[in-house]
């Protein structure tokens, strides 16, 4: 890359990565825990896709029962660290929470949750869960990410033997790949790996179904599959110049700031992301903690339409990342390598099919954006060439089709779960499908 942002010290490297909210003291915790007014009918448990019984979770580190607390949070939720430190708390549990009518600040449910966890790992993941007997049969699972981890923990306590496999050279999907690391490190993620794999379940870390093991032998091998593959496909921008040099995907450049090793990253003096949504935003941020000078987001909508959460956008904002809306590019500039971005300015007519207005271009109102490094993040769909070998899977408006109750694809051997089924929704979301369909798979092989 041409024109890159200088190198930082490693110490400021650390600074600027360093997590944005430190653990609770277990005097902190206890006070926090004392708060809450344990509701009957606790709309924060409503509001988690996993439905922790937080009210009673945090009950136990008021009085102390840590280990308890641990065993509550786990019953529901098999990545519960990853989700206390990176779900969108603020309009999950703690916006449910019933300070927020009274104006007050809601219960810190995120942070006793990591509180539970942290001492759950840090005491060296004492047993907590007696598996059923095994029952003879046998699932696989394609994708170590939240969604496969969970199914797979779960369906290792009903009794089947598990296998994962996964093309990542390290397990966790976008949970050790994904996440910024001033919310999580990738360690945090492989920690509930490990949980998963004390279960018994077995991780075929660089195995790439369809290539390096045919979808056939594994439907041999295996009594019912679990597709927790989540998206693979990144949207193209389909304007000249987006193969240059200096283009990037937003989720290949986190990856590489995942792993920590900072000097291995370059990042451009000038980077412009296209996209609003949270990966934009942590794209954005990264690059900014990274040492660019000047980062802005372009988004074709307004403030109004954009799809990150509110606290993402105030983080980006907070710093130094500028927001160009109304604005999409046509065109990447530069001979071997980005020099400019040109863009066209937007205006908002009628709401779409989605209920969002839609954006027309201004004619006439084009302009150049000089910039060093351009980040894409406009999305990804699901791998329809590896989906599409599976015989009668259904396939509808770009997600892969399942019964709710059980999570059964049109295909019945095949169950799946996470974004391959929502499109791309939360960490959280796809810990409650992984967990749902193990119970679908023990009711189609076992219980019928
Ligand atoms: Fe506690 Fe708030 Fe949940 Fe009520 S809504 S149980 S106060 S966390």
Redesign the pocket.
């Known amino acids: 890359m041409k024109n890159l942002a200088p190198k930082l010290s490693q110490q400021q490297y650390e600074k600027n990565f360093a997590e944005l909210h430190p653990p609770f003291t277990p005097n902190s915790a206890t006070a926090e825990a004392n708060r ?4 009957y009918d ?3 448990t409503k509001a988690c896709p996993t439905h922790i019984d ?2 009673t979770f ?1 009950k136990k580190i008021a009085t102390g029962n840590v280990k308890g607390s641990a065993k509550t949070i786990l019953k529901s939720n098999w990545v519960a660290l990853t989700c206390a430190k990176a779900c969108p708390v603020d309009v999950l549990c703690e916006g ?4 927020n009518d009274r104006g007050e600040q ?2 810190q ?1 995120g942070r006793l949750q990591r509180f539970a966890m942290d001492w759950y790992f840090d005491k060296g993941m004492p047993a907590l869960f007696t598996p059923k007997p095994k029952n003879g049969k046998n699932i696989g699972v394609i994708g170590a990410g939240a969604a496969g981890l969970a199914c797979a923990a779960e369906a290792a306590l009903l009794g089947f033997d598990v296998t994962i496999y996964d093309a990542k050279p390290r397990p966790g999907g976008l949970n050790t790949w994904g996440i910024a690391p001033y919310k999580m490190s990738q360690q945090d993620a492989l920690k509930e790996v490990q949980l998963v794999e004390s279960f018994g379940v077995t991780i075929l870390s660089g195995v790439n179904v369809g290539k390096d093991v045919a979808l056939e032998e594994l439907e041999r091998r295996h009594d019912a599959i679990f597709l927790g593959v989540g998206l693979g496909t990144s949207t193209r921008l389909n304007i000249p110049g987006e193969d240059l040099p200096g283009v990037v995907e937003a989720l290949e450049f986190i990856e590489r700031v995942t792993t920590r090793d900072w000097m291995s990253v370059d990042v451009g003096r000038r980077v412009a992301v296209i996209g609003a949504g949270n990966t934009a935003i942590d794209a954005a941020t990264e690059a900014r903690r990274l040492g660019a000078e000047h980062v802005m987001i372009i988004y074709r909508r307004s403030r109004g339409e954009m799809p990150a959460y509110d606290f993402e956008y105030e983080l980006a904002k907070s710093d130094g990342v500028q927001f160009q809306f109304l604005t999409a590019p046509v065109r990447i500039v530069g001979n071997d390598h980005v020099e400019a971005i040109e863009c066209v300015q937007m205006q908002l007519g009628e709401p779409d099919e989605e209920g969002r207005r839609k954006p027309f271009p201004v004619p006439g109102s084009e302009f150049r954006i000089p910039v060093d490094m351009v980040i894409k993040s406009v999305g990804q769909r699901i791998e329809e060439t590896f989906l599409g070998t599976i015989p009668g899977l259904r396939i509808e408006r770009g997600r892969v089709w399942v019964n709710p109750e059980t999570m059964q694809t049109s295909n019945p051997k095949y169950f799946a779960g996470g974004d391959c089924i929502n499109g791309g929704k939360e960490v959280v979301n796809a810990a409650a499908d992984g967990k749902k369909a193990a119970h679908g798979i023990e009711a189609w092989l076992v219980n019928r």
Do not use: N
Not at 36 to 39: A, M, R, V
Not at 96 to 99: E, L, M, S, T, W
């Open positions: 809450c007014l344990y509701c606790s709309p924060c937080i009210p945090i449910a929470c019933v300070y809601p219960i449910i």
